[in-house]
Nanobody, 123 residues
């Protein structure tokens, strides 16, 4: 059974940094895609970043390019999201997601989800 557990959320002032972690347990696939999504109150879920664990390819939403970095530690089955230069509009619940095989932009294509971690950025 696959389980994803996020940690690292919190409250910071604009311009600050946070690092989210997603620890995965269970077998997802020999190569898979791990992604971070976020959802703010009253808004649709948005794909933030994703990484193909088979080769390390990364993808970012335009809104976070240059500020966020997704990375992986295969030995620990953990994916990270380093968030720098945070803005109030980054405030949301952040979810880790996983799917076997290649990456997809669509959250609906991810079969495994964590419980979410809240990120709040104040101005």
């Amino acid at each position: 059974q696959v389980q994803l557990v996020e940690s690292g959320g919190g409250s910071v002032q604009a311009g600050g940094s946070l690092r989210l972690s997603c620890a995965a347990s269970g077998y997802i696939g020999s190569s898979n895609c791990m992604g971070w999504f976020r959802q703010a109150p009253g808004k649709e879920r948005e794909g933030v970043a994703r990484i193909y664990t088979g080769g390390g390819s990364t993808y970012y939403a335009d809104s976070v390019k240059g500020r966020f970095t997704i990375s992986q530690n295969n030995a620990k089955n953990t994916v990270y999201l380093q968030m720098n230069s945070l803005k109030p509009e980054d405030t949301a619940m952040y979810y880790c997601a996983a799917r076997g095989g290649g990456c997809s932009r669509r959250g609906a294509d991810f079969g495994y989800w964590g419980q979410g971690t809240q990120v709040t950025v104040s101005s």
